[in-house]
């Protein structure tokens, strides 16, 4: 059974930090790009960092350039998302996202698999 399961959410202050990981079963990454995406209460889900097949390219939001850090053990056959000087703009539930392809794409139409995603929620 094809599986993707995020963890690593929470409540954390603002200026706090968080390491989300994405965990596959019944299938390797290796050959394929991830997407985190996040999507907040009445708004839409929004791209916040992908990374190709290889990780030798990766790609950010630019509301979370120079804060986020997107990363992939293959070996592990996880992805992570290090998540740091959080802010409460960040809070949602955070998704990650297979493309069947090893370049990633911009927009969550251009996934085909996700996860039942993980709580982020920035708070005092």
């Known amino acids: 059974q094809l599986q993707l399961v995020e963890s690593g959410g929470g409540l954390v202050q603002p200026g706090g930090s968080l390491r989300l990981s994405c965990a596959a079963s019944?299938?390797?990454?290796?050959?394929?790009?991830i997407g985190w995406f996040r999507q907040a209460p009445g708004k839409e889900r929004e791209e916040v960092s992908c990374i190709s097949s290889s990780g030798g390219s990766t790609s950010y939001a630019d509301s979370v350039k120079g804060r986020f850090t997107i990363s992939r053990d293959n070996a592990k056959n996880t992805v992570y998302l290090q998540m740091n000087n959080l802010i409460p703009e960040d809070t949602a539930v955070y998704y990650c996202a297979v493309r069947g392809s090893d370049s990633y794409g911009d927009t969550p139409a251009d996934y085909d698999y996700w996860g039942q995603g993980t709580q982020v929620t920035v708070s005092s």
């Open positions: 019944g299938f390797t990454l290796d050959y394929y790009a």
